[in-house]
């Protein structure tokens, strides 16, 4: 640590105490997290318990609200099915992401990393676009329905049902699970283990069965706890594949009262914000405590190990068959469908596509000035809401993990709260607080109230990406700039930092891949001239005009990749590995 020139001088006796800018610094963070992070909670709880909605004057408490929760009949049967599309989404999800993790990371599959690949798609895509393109081919009308039908004579599913819809909710959350189980345990288990298995006679789909998946345990309850809190909040595939049949979830039934009635009923959406925040509060307590037990799945200690790949035999090739051919028709179809969508007039297979063909959707589109300001706005919200996401979540990690203050488990605590909090009650919270909170309200009617939120509503993810980093960096290093004189702010800022760049900008690709394709925070945020693509986009397809929300659709799915690919190309970050 030559290279500082920083030294040390005792105080003066007599002088009076020095400043302390670390403590100043850390205690600024501190207020900032848990301003940002109890603004959009509080005012949904004062909602809840009066008579009006809070921009009105004269409001009164009352307990009436929580009454026509319990009174309204509609709340439990909608409960019912949020409970069994959650349910059966992430059994889908777990199912198709851990057999992935399985086969990928651990087998001699062949064309596991072109599958892999794909496997990612739905993670970048909003679950909108997602769903928009199983209507286009799987749809009562879609292509696909209708060429079987036209041979079987009837359609031979239904997408507008909470199978269809779970189908769909689980194919988009597999790479989540797929994820955390790679990472998580396929590429960190002791090979020791599997080949002592392989020693006494086990075949390789054996030892998949009962030793490595066993210990991925750790890794499915957590993708399994997310995933479900994922489906609970979901609007767009409900809404899609849902409200065609009259069959309403939480979310949609948020969506109906409030943003899509007349006469929004504030306080029954504000009642059933809360029923929804316990049920994702349930499901987050509920994975903590089968953690508990976490390191009896331990498996690497000090020894490096190199996972060893399982060979499949005689079964490489259908099984690969069956695996390439489940994403062919769950994954590439879908966004096909949007793209060959974009290009028609309509799609049948009734008419030849070469006599469809047009670009008078991405006309129509781009003839729109409220949709080309929605697209500039987005950027500039994600550019922004990623900048200041990744500041704060680095300036937060670092008090967490590198520093003395006292409240560094409070304020961790606070800055995962988001994770019970769905997106679109962050949308509601921070709406009621511009009425109530004066330094929110001065952001009203420019894009900072929707950079605010996005901000508040992904500090866990941008955590979950720097404060490993900062785990992997060795203490000595900071604990040397602080032998010679800097204090922590210094040390931080002359040691960590430079070293945390590559994780920096990791957290900042991932939140603006996220913030381009989100729109639920923002739905109770919007005003003229506020536009986000995602909303927009929402707003086509309840207008019908499915060609140049398909145009729209193939627009962002374009804009997405080009990032990725310029991501990885020029700073060789990639979303994973």
């Known amino acids: 640590m030559a290279h500082l020139s920083l030294t040390r001088s005792d105080p003066d006796p007599g002088s009076a105490a ?43 408490l009352t307990l009436e609200n929580i009454g026509q929760l319990v009174r309204d009949e509609r709340i439990g049967r909608i409960a019912l099915t949020t409970g069994l599309f959650a349910l059966f989404s992430v059994v889908i999800a777990e199912v198709l992401g851990i057999a992935a993790a399985l086969l990928i990371g651990r087998t001699d599959m062949p064309g596991r990393k072109v599958m892999g690949d794909v496997l990612m798609w739905p993670l970048y895509l909003s679950h909108l676009i997602f769903a928009l393109g199983w209507v286009v081919m799987y749809g009562p009308s879609g292509f696909i329905t209708q060429s079987i039908a036209q041979s079987t004579g009837g359609a031979p599913w239904n997408l507008y049902s909470i199978a269809g819809m779970s189908v769909v909710a689980g194919v988009s959350q597999a790479p989540l699970a797929y994820l955390y189980c790679l990472y998580g345990a396929v590429r960190s288990v002791d090979s020791t283990l599997e080949s002592a298995a392989r020693t006494v006679g086990a075949g390789p789909l054996q030892v998949l069965r009962k030793v490595t998946l066993p210990l991925m345990i750790p890794s499915i309850i957590t993708s399994t706890a997310l995933n479900l809190v994922i489906a609970v909040e979901t609007l767009s595939i409900p809404l899609f594949l849902a409200r065609p049949a009259r069959i309403d979830t939480l979310s949609t039934f948020l969506y109906g009262e409030g943003i899509a009635a007349s006469n929004p009923n504030h306080g029954l959406v504000a009642a059933s914000s809360l029923l929804l925040m316990a049920l994702v509060g349930s499901t987050l307590i509920v994975q903590r405590l089968l953690l508990r037990q976490g390191h009896r799945y331990e498996t690497v200690k000090g020894k490096g190990t190199r996972p060893m790949t399982l060979g499949l035999g005689r079964l490489r090739w259908p099984i690969a068959a069956v695996f390439a051919t489940l994403l062919l028709a769950t994954v590439v179809v879908p966004v096909a469908g949007i793209i060959l969508r974009a290009f028609t007039s309509f799609l049948s297979p009734l008419v030849p596509i070469t006599k469809v063909l047009t670009l008078d959707n991405f006309a129509k589109l781009f003839a729109d000035e409220a949709n080309v300001r929605a697209i500039w706005n987005t950027v500039e919200i994600s550019l922004l809401s990623a900048s200041l996401g990744t500041l704060l979540a680095v300036a937060v990690a670092l008090v967490i993990q590198r520093s003395d203050f006292r409240f560094s488990g409070t304020l961790e605590a606070l800055a995962y709260s988001p994770r019970i909090v769905p997106g679109m009650i962050t949308g509601l919270g921070v709406f009621y607080a511009a009425v109530l909170l004066p330094p929110m309200g001065w952001l009203r009617g420019n894009i900072g109230i929707i950079v605010v939120a996005y901000v508040m509503a992904t500090l866990p993810l941008a955590l979950g990406v720097i404060q490993p980093a900062i785990v992997q960096i060795g203490r000595d290093l900071d604990k040397a700039a602080r032998t010679v004189g800097a204090d922590w702010l210094g040390a931080m800022r002359i040691v960590l930092l430079p070293l945390l760049k590559p994780a920096l900008l990791g957290s900042f690709i991932l939140l603006f ?5 989100s729109y639920i925070i923002a739905i109770f945020l919007m005003a003229p001239g506020l536009e986000v693509m995602g909303v927009s986009m929402l707003s086509l397809w309840t207008n019908g005009d499915v060609g140049p929300l398909a145009a729209f659709a193939s627009f962002q799915i374009v804009l997405v990749a080009v990032l990725l690919i310029l991501a990885r190309v020029l700073f060789k970050v990639k979303i994973y590995d």
Do not use: C, E, N
């Not at 850390?26 to 009006?52: C, G, K, N, S």
């Not at 891949?513 to 394709?517: E, N, P, R, T």
């Open 18 to 60: 020095p400043f302390d800018r670390a403590r100043l610094a850390q205690w600024l963070i501190f207020a900032i997290t848990a301003a940002l992070m109890l603004a959009p909670a509080l005012p949904i709880l004062l909602q809840v318990f009066v008579d009006r909605p809070l921009y009105s004057d004269g409001w009164q």
């Open 513 to 517: 891949v996220f913030h381009l394709k």
